[in-house]
């Protein structure tokens, strides 16, 4: 089974900072992972994915991601904080399958200070 | 760009009485989905779909719900005889084939049981 442990249930940063959200994982076959972003009242929007090849992945908004196997982390970050990405953000993992369930991390929201 | 779309919105319904949510996966997806999230919580896999059959469902996906694909573009969760922890915010998801695709989720409906 798999499993996603987000670190910080809730992270501020001031406008223009980085952004670090950590993701580990537990899987016992090699993962898939994804991101996603949660805007108050919308949907999940996929931010970006992991899933063979280069390990560090770019997504939407200047996020990107980077897969560590040793650590089993796959971190989000972004360079410069800007007051539209404040949302909730989900990590989550699956496996190599056609329509193998999502395992979704708790979540972490940002919050960005002006 | 194609959306997974959902109705309603919002449904408020009184404990006991049965609900019915829609969603209109993506035209040429396969796979659909059904999460749901407790306010404050993560995001909690219900039950998968494929080829007109259930193919994989938590523990959470008991008697009291199902799911029906009617026709060859909705895709239904009925919940009977609901209860007070069956409000949540209710997500449909669906995906495609050909390597593998990730998980587009609609904007979810929020249920409320009164």
């Known amino acids: 089974a798999q499993s996603v442990t987000q670190l910080g249930s809730h992270v501020s940063v001031s406008e223009g900072a980085l952004v670090l959200l950590r993701c580990n994982y537990s899987s016992s076959v090699p993962p898939y992972l994804f991101w996603y972003v949660q805007y108050p009242n919308q949907g999940l929007q996929l931010l970006l994915k992991?899933?063979?090849?280069?390990?560090l992945v770019k997504g939407i908004n200047g996020f990107e991601a980077e897969f560590k196997k040793s650590e089993t982390s796959f971190h989000l970050t972004k360079p410069s904080a800007h007051m539209s990405d404040a949302a909730e953000y989900f990590c989550?993992?699956?496996?190599?399958?056609?329509?193998?369930?999502?395992?979704f991390g708790k979540g972490t929201r940002l919050s960005v200070i002006a | 760009e194609p959306e997974v779309t959902q109705t309603p919105s919002h449904q408020v319904t009184q404990m006991g009485q049965e609900v019915i949510l829609r969603c209109v996966p993506i035209s040429n997806h396969l796979y659909f989905y059904w999460y749901r999230q407790i306010l404050g919580q993560k995001v909690e896999f219900l039950v998968s779909?494929?080829?007109?059959?259930?193919?994989?469902k938590s523990e959470i996906f008991d008697d009291q719900f199902s799911v029906e694909r009617p026709d060859g573009s909705n895709f239904t969760l009925k919940i009977r005889s609901t209860k007070l922890e069956d409000s949540a915010m209710y997500f449909c998801?669906?995906?495609?084939?050909?390597?593998?695709?990730?998980?587009?989720f609609g904007d979810g409906t929020r249920l409320s049981i009164l």
């Open positions: 989550a993992v699956t496996v190599p399958s056609g329509n193998t369930p999502l395992v």
């Open positions: 992991y899933t063979t090849g280069a390990t």
């Open positions: 998801a669906s995906g495609g084939i050909g390597g593998f695709q990730p998980q587009h």
């Open positions: 779909f494929y080829n007109n059959e259930i193919s994989e």
